[in-house]
């Protein structure tokens, strides 16, 4: 199966614009979604598709993509953002399957 | 308000099977697919499988074949993860979740709405 790359952790101070990546060759085919967690809590879609952030996730949050590679930015970051980070996306090798980054580690 | 409410924590011994509840409400049961993703300590999401509640049609992971079930109860409004032959690499927290497309389009594994998560442990 495909696999999506993520660096492990990203730091960014209060107000500032951090940019989360994801690489891998599923990217090519398909858009992926992005996920928010906190600790001990269900993740929360924060974007989604070719540019679609769903109802109630705040306009600081914004993404793109670019052939094998996809961006998450916090531009204007807020404590409340300090959370991992995960992006998934439909697998291109064949099978019937989604594929999901390791995650990002966001400090604020 | 859309609502997707897991069962309890489990705890099993190897080769054992485990059944995880996710109770929808807030909306038409059958309008939208709803998929089962692993959060396993050290090997982050794996996708497990989909169902699409209108019909009961699956779709598994290959990595599950063979010892996964996802049923769909329309009387309920329940959809319900089985997984069999347990084994410690299982252990971890199950979350069912809705996918935003609905029914009579392809899923696009885009999910909108989580259960809160069942935790599995499996120990002999």
């Known amino acids: 199966s495909s696999e999506l790359t993520q660096d492990p952790a990203v730091s960014v101070a209060l107000g500032q614009t951090v940019r989360i990546t994801c690489q891998g060759d599923?990217?090519?085919?398909?858009?992926p979604s992005w996920y928010q967690q906190k600790p001990g809590q269900a993740p929360t879609l924060v974007f989604y598709?070719?540019?679609n952030r769903p109802s109630g996730i705040p306009d600081r949050f914004s993404a793109s993509n670019s052939g094998n590679t996809a961006s998450l930015t916090i531009t204007g970051a807020q404590v409340e953002d300090e959370a991992d980070y995960f992006c998934?996306?439909?697998?291109?090798?064949?099978?019937?399957?989604?594929?999901f980054g390791p995650g990002t580690t966001v400090t604020v | 308000e859309v609502q997707l409410v897991q069962s309890g924590a489990e705890v099993k011994k190897p080769r054992a099977t485990v059944k995880i509840s996710c109770k929808i409400s807030?909306?038409?049961?059958?309008?939208?697919?709803i998929h089962w993703i692993q959060q396993a300590p050290g090997k982050g999401f794996q996708w497990m499988g989909l169902?699409?509640?209108?019909?009961?049609?699956?779709i598994f992971a290959e990595n599950f074949q063979g010892r996964i079930t996802i049923s769909a109860d329309r009387s309920t409004d329940t959809v319900y993860l089985e997984l069999s032959s347990l084994k410690s690499e299982d252990t971890g927290i199950y979350y069912c979740?809705?996918?935003?497309?609905?029914?009579?389009?392809?899923?696009?594994?885009?999910?909108?709405?989580w259960g809160q998560g069942t935790a599995v442990t499996v120990s002999s």
């Open positions: 979740a809705r996918d935003f497309t609905q029914t009579h389009y392809d899923s696009s594994g885009y999910c909108d709405f």
């Open positions: 807030g909306y038409s049961f059958t309008d939208y697919y």
């Open positions: 169902v699409d509640p209108h019909d009961g049609e699956t």
């Open positions: 599923s990217l090519r085919t398909y858009f």
């Open positions: 598709g070719e540019n």
């Open positions: 998934n996306s439909r697998d291109n090798s064949g099978n019937y399957n989604y594929v």
